[in-house]
C-alpha cells in the first residue's frame, strides 16, 4: 500500500441485527474493533442515543477517539442500518473491520468504500 497521510473506511450496513440497539453490544464491538486492527483507544467511547421520538433517525451514535484519529458509528433503529466509518494515519485490514462488524451486527448488506488521503 502507497504511504498515504490517512485511511479512511465507511462501511453502510442494512439489515443489522438486534446488536445495534443496544448500547454494552456497541461497546463490546468497538473494545474488540481497536484491539483487532491493533489501535489504541484514547479514554473511553462516547455511545449515546440520539433523536428519541424521530423514529426515522432514533438510535445510538459512538464516538471513539484512538491514538491515530477515530471511529465513529450511527445505528439506526427503525431501518436496521449501521454507518461507521474510521479515520487513522496508521493502516488497518479491511477484512478484519469487517469480520468485527458481522460478529456484532450481522449486516445482509454492506457497502464498503475506502479512501485514501493526502493533502497534495
Not at 2 to 7: E, I, R
Not at 81 to 104: G, H, L, M, P
Request: hydrophobic content about 40%; aromatic content about 10%; charged content about 20%.
Amino acid at each position: 500500500m502507497k504511504n498515504y497521510w490517512g485511511y479512511q473506511l465507511l462501511l453502510d450496513c442494512s439489515g443489522c441485527g438486534e446488536g445495534i440497539k443496544n448500547r454494552d453490544v456497541i461497546a463490546s464491538f468497538v473494545k474488540e474493533l481497536i484491539e483487532r486492527i491493533d489501535m489504541v483507544a484514547h479514554r473511553d467511547p462516547v455511545i449515546e442515543f440520539l433523536c428519541p421520538g424521530d423514529d426515522d433517525k432514533a438510535g445510538y451514535s459512538l464516538m471513539q477517539l484512538i491514538t491515530t484519529s477515530s471511529i465513529v458509528g450511527h445505528f439506526i433503529d427503525a431501518t436496521s442500518t449501521a454507518y461507521i466509518d474510521i479515520f487513522s494515519c496508521k493502516t488497518f485490514e479491511i477484512t478484519t473491520v469487517q469480520e468485527v462488524v458481522d460478529k456484532y451486527f450481522t449486516p445482509t448488506q454492506m457497502r464498503v468504500t475506502f479512501l485514501t488521503r493526502q493533502a497534495s
